[in-house]
């Protein structure tokens, strides 16, 4: 039955995704047409190389910022490296058009992989810094490096390859790469690597947590994005037959990154209008030349004006218009049961840490703590406010790297692998605040949380999909498969976090105050979802102050204060510790039999 149904809504989704392919391609086939066909000054095939050489570009801006949230103002500059290869390569050393392409695009994706490197230490406002940086070196080279460069005066007479001689046919060549391109970049979105940017953009420290390596990720959405330029730059030199330094500098770079938010960064259509618009609008408004600087005010507020108005670009307000007359998609049900291989029951050890300590400075917020959690069951970590809960958590998943001790996941010690690597091993977690990726619907949430990797589902895109629904269906959230996670309740939101960590198939769950925050009901649903999950017999380690939750579920407490761990043991004995009572409890707890 599960499978008839799942069948059902591919089959649903497939013919619109086979038209809009369809009618893509027409699109492109009637531009090329017309490129050719339609006789054209010489104005206007400048104009729409231009268009469309940038429009490469800008492709690579909606990869590095749109997908995965890095800024990027260096795109000229790679830009500049694929137009100077085609440009140098083919007067100088006498190259194929082609082989100066490859080459001129590898040694930009060599560089955007080595800008991308630099977001290991760097975020933000220092990674902006570090592109322009790169971005100016890059014009330095091009303008001081005579003998190579031909410095200010540039390259000149730069041939094509024969068959594309003619303009309007070369035109109509870089319209097909452009579509090709932004086809590309269009799925890349629901690939696993486009998810995982996506995660990274919107929540890093999740998108570690949930098994992604997130540097890599980001060192290929630069590569990816440099590429993009690389390519974009080749063809604009072939299209001009001359590259000069001012045509790859700081200013273009800013250029670039305007056209992309214009547009809109989510979606390589948005960049597309915002190239188009961005070159056609100071050509509507030449008549204003006459009167010096009127032209520019009108440029700049009209800019100002549709980022202000439109937040997500041109193609972003479009797309909500669009949104409003969308028919509602039936929510499929998967079926089936959720597998967790994670669970069993007994005296085997899960996790052994050993002298656990976190020392920030002078504060020990973790001091040398013990911890045995067997498989099976519920392992509660309780504790006053501060008393080193969360860090204990964010060291056992890596978050923070251990001031001392050993961490010990089925047998293999990770005390010192990243986040990632411990996800892989076996580990997952939820947040005390949480750390959902929130323009992403739940589906794409799970989904991430299932393709981890080594994961089960390995690269089988049904297994993948039923996988993630069966971790929603679990939570009681199929139906809200594909809404955004954003318009969540909070309770809600708890449970997708709950499903994303199942889907990973975890030996051992890490749950930091997952009744934080929740109203009563919603507390009862979690406390249900608590018990399924360890009847499946799922090893869960849990912080919570709700002592009843505690005394219900967990078999096990390990209870912290000042860092240090002050009583451990069956649950029963531990509440009725004197040191826990005084420390932690106030008054003796009301334990039910
Ligand atoms: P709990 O989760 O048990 O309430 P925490 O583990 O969040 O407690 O905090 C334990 C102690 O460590 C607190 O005193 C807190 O202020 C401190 N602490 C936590 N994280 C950091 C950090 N990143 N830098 C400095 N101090 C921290
Ligand atoms: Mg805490």
């Given at each position: 039955?599960?499978?008839?149904?799942?069948?059902?809504?591919?089959?649903?989704?497939?013919?619109?995704?086979?038209?809009?392919?369809?009618?893509?391609?027409?699109?492109?086939?009637?531009?090329?047409?017309?490129?050719?066909?339609?006789?054209?000054?010489?104005?206007?095939?400048?104009?729409?190389?231009?268009?469309?050489?940038?429009?490469?570009?800008?492709?690579?801006?909606?990869?590095?910022?749109?997908?995965?949230?890095?800024?990027?103002?260096?795109?000229?500059?790679?830009?500049?490296?694929?137009?100077?290869?085609?440009?140098?390569?083919?007067?100088?050393?006498?190259?194929?058009?082609?082989?100066?392409?490859?080459?001129?695009?590898?040694?930009?994706?060599?560089?955007?992989?080595?800008?991308?490197?630099?977001?290991?230490?760097?975020?933000?406002?220092?990674?902006?810094?570090?592109?322009?940086?790169?971005?100016?070196?890059?014009?330095?080279?091009?303008?001081?490096?005579?003998?190579?460069?031909?410095?200010?005066?540039?390259?000149?007479?730069?041939?094509?390859?024969?068959?594309?001689?003619?303009?309007?046919?070369?035109?109509?060549?870089?319209?097909?790469?452009?579509?090709?391109?932004?086809?590309?970049?269009?799925?890349?979105?629901?690939?696993?690597?486009?998810?995982?940017?996506?995660?990274?953009?919107?929540?890093?420290?999740?998108?570690?947590?949930?098994?992604?390596?997130?540097?890599?990720?980001?060192?290929?959405?630069?590569?990816?994005?440099?590429?993009?330029?690389?390519?974009?730059?080749?063809?604009?030199?072939?299209?001009?037959?001359?590259?000069?330094?001012?045509?790859?500098?700081?200013?273009?770079?800013?250029?670039?990154?305007?056209?992309?938010?214009?547009?809109?960064?989510?979606?390589?259509?948005?960049?597309?209008?915002?190239?188009?618009?961005?070159?056609?609008?100071?050509?509507?408004?030449?008549?204003?030349?006459?009167?010096?600087?009127?032209?520019?005010?009108?440029?700049?507020?009209?800019?100002?004006?549709?980022?202000?108005?439109?937040?997500?670009?041109?193609?972003?307000?479009?797309?909500?218009?669009?949104?409003?007359?969308?028919?509602?998609?039936?929510?499929?049900?998967?079926?089936?049961?959720?597998?967790?291989?994670?669970?069993?029951?007994g005296a085997?050890t899960?996790?052994?840490v050993?002298?656990?300590?976190?020392?920030?400075?002078?504060?020990?917020?973790?001091?040398?703590v013990d911890l045995t959690i067997k498989?099976g069951g519920v392992h509660a970590l309780i504790g006053p406010?501060?008393s080193?809960k969360?860090?204990?958590?964010?060291?056992?998943?890596?978050?923070?790297?251990?001031?001392?001790?050993?961490?010990?996941?089925?047998?293999?010690?990770?005390?010192?692998?990243?986040?990632?690597?411990?996800?892989?091993?076996?580990?997952?977690?939820?947040?005390?605040?949480?750390?959902?990726?929130?323009?992403?619907?739940?589906?794409?949430?799970?989904?991430?949380?299932?393709?981890?990797?080594?994961?089960?589902?390995?690269?089988?895109?049904?297994?993948?999909?039923?996988?993630?629904?069966?971790?929603?269906?679990?939570?009681?959230?199929?139906?809200?498969?594909?809404?955004?996670?954003?318009?969540?309740?909070?309770?809600?939101?708890?449970?997708?976090?709950?499903?994303?960590?199942?889907?990973?198939?975890?030996?051992?769950?890490?749950?930091?105050?997952?009744?934080?925050?929740?109203?009563?009901?919603?507390?009862?649903?979690?406390?249900?979802?608590?018990?399924?999950?360890s009847?499946?017999?799922?090893t869960i380690l849990i912080i919570d102050h709700d002592m009843t939750l505690v005394s219900e579920v967990a078999q096990h407490i390990t209870v912290l204060n000042?860092?240090r761990r002050i009583a451990d043991g069956y649950s029963a004995d531990v509440l009725k510790h004197p040191d826990v009572i005084a420390a932690y409890l106030g008054t003796a707890p009301d334990v039910p039999a």
């Open positions: 039955m599960s499978t008839t149904e799942t069948t059902a809504t591919t089959g649903d989704i497939r013919p619109r995704l086979r038209w809009g392919v369809l009618a893509f391609v027409l699109l492109v086939l009637a531009a090329m047409a017309l490129a050719i066909v339609v006789p054209k000054t010489g104005y206007v095939l400048n104009i729409s190389l231009q268009a469309t050489t940038y429009a490469t570009a800008v492709l690579g801006l909606t990869i590095v910022l749109g997908l995965c949230g890095q800024i990027n103002l260096a795109q000229a500059a790679f830009f500049g490296l694929g137009a100077y290869a085609v440009g140098i390569g083919q007067t100088e050393y006498g190259l194929n058009f082609w082989v100066c392409l490859l080459i001129g695009t590898s040694m930009a994706a060599g560089f955007g992989a080595l800008l991308g490197a630099s977001t290991l230490r760097l975020g933000g406002h220092y990674l902006a810094m570090v592109t322009i940086s790169f971005q100016q070196i890059v014009t330095l080279v091009l303008i001081n490096w005579i003998p190579v460069t031909k410095g200010p005066d540039g390259v000149r007479a730069i041939p094509r390859p024969g068959f594309l001689a003619d303009g309007s046919t070369y035109l109509a060549f870089c319209i097909a790469m452009l579509a090709g391109l932004g086809y590309l970049v269009w799925r890349l979105r629901d690939t696993k690597l486009g998810r995982a940017m996506r995660a990274v953009r919107d929540n890093e420290l999740a998108a570690g947590v949930a098994g992604i390596d997130v540097y890599r990720t980001k060192v290929t959405a630069f590569a990816l994005s440099a590429i993009l330029g690389g390519i974009g730059g080749g063809l604009f030199a072939g299209g001009f037959a001359y590259v000069s330094p001012d045509q790859f500098s700081f200013a273009e770079s800013v250029v670039f990154l305007t056209m992309v938010l214009l547009g809109g960064v989510a979606s390589p259509i948005g960049a597309v209008i915002g190239t188009g618009l961005l070159i056609l609008i100071p050509e509507w408004l030449r008549f204003l030349k006459s009167i010096p600087g009127l032209y520019l005010a009108i440029y700049g507020a009209a800019v100002i004006l549709i980022v202000l108005f439109m937040p997500d670009g041109i193609w972003g307000y479009l797309r909500s218009q669009l949104d409003r007359f969308k028919r509602a998609v039936l929510p499929s049900r998967s079926g089936a049961a959720l597998q967790m291989s994670g669970g069993g029951e085997e899960v996790m052994e050993r002298g656990l300590s976190k020392h920030f400075g002078g504060l020990k917020a973790v001091d040398e498989r406010n501060g080193g969360t860090t204990t958590l964010n060291v056992l998943s890596g978050l923070y790297r251990a001031t001392a001790g050993t961490v010990e996941l089925n047998g293999q010690d990770i005390t010192d692998l990243p986040p990632h690597a411990r996800t892989k091993a076996g580990l997952g977690r939820t947040f005390q605040n949480i750390r959902l990726w929130r323009s992403m619907t739940a589906l794409e949430n799970v989904m991430v949380g299932a393709e981890r990797p080594g994961s089960a589902v390995g690269n089988d895109p049904a297994a993948l999909l039923a996988r993630a629904r069966a971790a929603l269906a679990f939570v009681d959230l199929e139906e809200r498969a594909d809404e955004v996670v954003a318009n969540f309740s909070y309770g809600h939101q708890r449970a997708v976090e709950i499903a994303r960590a199942l889907a990973a198939d975890p030996v051992l769950l890490l749950l930091d105050e997952p009744g934080a925050g929740l109203n009563s009901s919603e507390k009862v649903e979690l406390r249900n979802l608590l018990k399924r999950i009847a499946r017999g799922l000042f860092g």
